[in-house]
């Protein structure tokens, strides 16, 4: 039998560690080892088993989240998913778990409606694989986790015309289209810092929460030379900005004459998330084709994979992370064995390679 992942919850409400541990044992390849009402029991628990991931609350009595985590991955390295309030506070606060070593972030599950909670079960579940086999685990023999996507990016956009695509006559102005998940904040940052000042319009999309992307993005802009913000229905992709997807709404790239703009637009979870990756990319193969350049970074899964294919059946020049540098390589992954991937990369040479093929276009 596949072994299950172990999850230890941390959290100091009663309701939560009730909730979360009812989610994650619907899920056939999870088990819940353990619950703690604060930083200090969990230590205890840990000490008797150490679990394959930790679901960890911020505010909470006697140790605060933030100092539980640090003390985490500077002593024994565990891959902890944050589970926060959905408030800008809560946003700010889980950003830096990020930088301090959390593999992901989300946002507590609410009871509101039917399809809401459904969405969140997925959302929560997926998150937990993602965590149980990134890199920041010890080697061991993993089974590889593969997630069956629900609906395709035609539950948002027509599939591309490839023939009008190719035919589509170059502009001045150039995109940038990239999508990330699971380890994507640090990969983004990386990323993003490299660009030059006067780089093409760049568009993105990271699996992240409603409101969170806010913050996020307000913190790309305090460290990248380049304008950073969060996405607003019809905002310009122009030459010196990136706009990052809204948390829980699609981002879609749209053209009007030879200047290119962005749709913000709710819909269906397209391979499970909600903004989704695949959505960003057939956009951009449809209205940008030859004019672009794809980029697929770290992330647990599929999105984007058949999206950056049909950027670069569109024309397009596509780049993936490459294993070595990826928290987790699965949307780099199976966008390769597609067959959608010029060149597989290192991290850190991204930026200047995008900028090379920009020049060439």
Not at 168 to 173: A, E, G, H, V
Not at 186 to 197: C, K, T, W, Y
Not at 307 to 312: A, D, P, T, V
């Amino acid at each position: 039998m596949k072994k299950k992942i172990r999850v230890l919850i941390v959290d100091d409400s009663a309701v939560v560690r009730l909730s979360l541990t009812s989610i994650l044992e619907k899920d056939k390849d999870i088990e819940v080892m353990g619950t703690a009402f604060d930083p200090y029991f969990a230590v205890k628990k840990i000490q008797k088993e150490v679990p394959d991931v930790i679901t960890l609350d911020i505010e909470m009595p006697r140790m605060d989240g933030l100092t539980f985590l640090r003390k985490i991955m500077s002593q024994h390295p565990i891959p902890v998913v944050i589970i926060s309030s959905l408030t800008t506070k809560g946003a700010e606060t889980s950003l830096k778990a990020l930088e301090y070593g959390a593999v992901e972030v989300i946002t507590k599950p609410q009871m509101q409606t039917k399809q809401f909670f459904e969405e969140s079960r997925i959302h929560l579940c997926d998150i937990i694989k993602a965590a149980s086999i990134s890199r920041l685990k010890k080697k061991r023999n993993i089974t590889p986790l593969i997630v069956k996507p629900k609906l395709s990016a035609d539950a948002m956009i027509p599939e591309v015309n490839y023939k009008f695509s190719k035919s589509m006559l170059r502009t001045t102005d150039k995109v940038i289209s990239v999508g990330a998940s699971t380890g994507g904040t640090e990969a983004l940052r990386i990323f993003l810092s490299g660009l030059p000042i006067n780089s093409p319009g760049v568009v993105v999309v990271q699996h992240m929460p409603e409101k969170f992307t806010l913050s996020f993005s307000k913190r790309l802009n305090e460290i990248c030379r380049i304008n950073v913000k969060e996405a607003k229905n019809g905002d310009r992709v122009l030459r010196g900005r990136v706009l990052i997807a809204q948390g829980n709404s699609h981002l879609l790239l749209k053209r009007s004459g030879t200047k290119y703009y962005v749709e913000v637009k709710k819909g269906p979870l397209v391979n499970r998330h909600r903004p989704s990756v695949d959505v960003l990319f057939r956009s951009t193969a449809r209205y940008a084709g030859k004019n672009s350049v794809g980029i697929i970074l770290t992330g647990m899964g599929d999105d984007g994979a058949k999206g950056i294919l049909e950027m670069k059946k569109s024309g397009a020049k596509t780049i993936a992370q490459n294993e070595r540098t990826c928290v987790v390589f699965g949307m780099p992954k199976e966008a390769i064995k597609l067959g959608g991937i010029d060149e597989v990369l290192p991290l850190k040479i991204i930026a200047s390679k995008t900028m090379s093929l920009i020049n060439r276009i």
